[in-house]
């Protein structure tokens, strides 16, 4: 592990600002990469310094720490080019997961790439894929929102809009706008699935399963169910029924010439035989093809 650790020591550049991922909760979930560009970087810019001061001391690590939050990232972004300039080694860290996703840091890495630095990803913890992949769901496509609206009018347009989504929907929500929250989703989406995933990484990480009622019932009964960092996973919508008696432009093609040589039952069955489609649904469009002519 020293070797590795000593190697990645070895592979930080000068005038580079690395996006570092930090720990979502436990401390332990922090790469050697990182800690190493954490060690190295003479500059490393912080959301809250005083969050980022418990995470290196922890590992021992005397950085110089600076602010660059919402309100200040474009002016700070001047700063931070201009230490590059002098040849320093920047890192960018929020106060958990991934910098400028969801967080501080999208402005900054504008501004630097703009002044012509090269600007390096350091993988780590992430509350978005950690919710994923135990909400066991076998897609590999999904939508991430970022954090829902605060506004329940705005939040319910959005939530009617998922209605007929074929792919899970990934959401952040905080403590004090979740039981809002699945209020707004019961409303829209009753009868959809959600996992609501909270403190991940954490002591008291949990994951609970339900429809938005059910949720929100599972969260009137326990006050401790509100608190902390939150993630919600929207399952995929059922598939329509009707879509599986719905005809391709291939299928279509393929009975239509079927069709013109063949009795209607006798196509019908072989139409369905070489596109896989269903044999009444077939037979149903032929009869209405002829009777349209």
Not at 46 to 52: F, G, K, M, N
Not at 157 to 185: G, T
Not at 248 to 262: G, Y
């Amino acid at each position: 592990m020293l070797a590795h650790y000593q190697k990645a020591l070895s592979a930080v550049s000068a005038q580079t600002l690395y996006i570092v991922a930090t720990p979502i909760g436990n401390l332990t979930d922090i790469s050697l990469r990182a800690l190493a560009v954490l060690q190295r970087a003479d500059l490393v810019c912080a959301e809250d310094t005083r969050v980022s001061a418990q995470l290196l001391s922890a590992y021992g690590i005397r950085a110089k720490l600076v602010s660059v939050r919402e309100h200040n990232e474009r002016r700070m972004a001047e700063k931070i080019i201009a230490a590059l300039q002098a040849g320093q080694t920047v890192a960018q860290i929020s106060d958990a997961g991934t910098p400028a996703v969801c967080d501080p840091g999208a402005k900054l890495v504008q501004a630097v790439r703009e002044a012509g630095f090269p600007i390096v990803p350091v993988a780590g913890a992430s509350a978005l894929m950690a919710a994923l992949s135990v909400a066991g769901i076998d897609q590999a496509h999904f939508y991430f929102h970022g954090f829902l609206p605060a506004k329940s009018g705005e939040r319910r347009k959005l939530l009617h809009s998922w209605q007929n989504r074929d792919c899970a929907v990934i959401a952040f929500e905080s403590p004090h706008r979740i039981a809002a929250a699945l209020d707004d989703f019961a409303a829209e989406l009753p009868d959809r699935r959600l996992m609501l995933a909270r403190e991940i990484s954490k002591t008291f990480e949990t994951f609970l399963h339900g429809t938005p009622a059910e949720l929100r019932q599972t969260l009137a009964a326990d006050a401790d169910q509100t608190r902390g960092e939150m993630v919600l996973v929207l399952y995929p919508a059922a598939p329509d029924p009707a879509d599986k008696h719905q005809l391709s432009d291939d299928t279509r093609r393929t009975a239509a010439i079927l069709a013109d040589a063949l009795p209607t039952k006798q196509a019908a069955e072989l139409a369905a035989q070489i596109c896989g489609a269903n044999k009444k649904v077939l037979y149903d469009w032929m009869v209405a093809r002829k009777n349209a002519d």
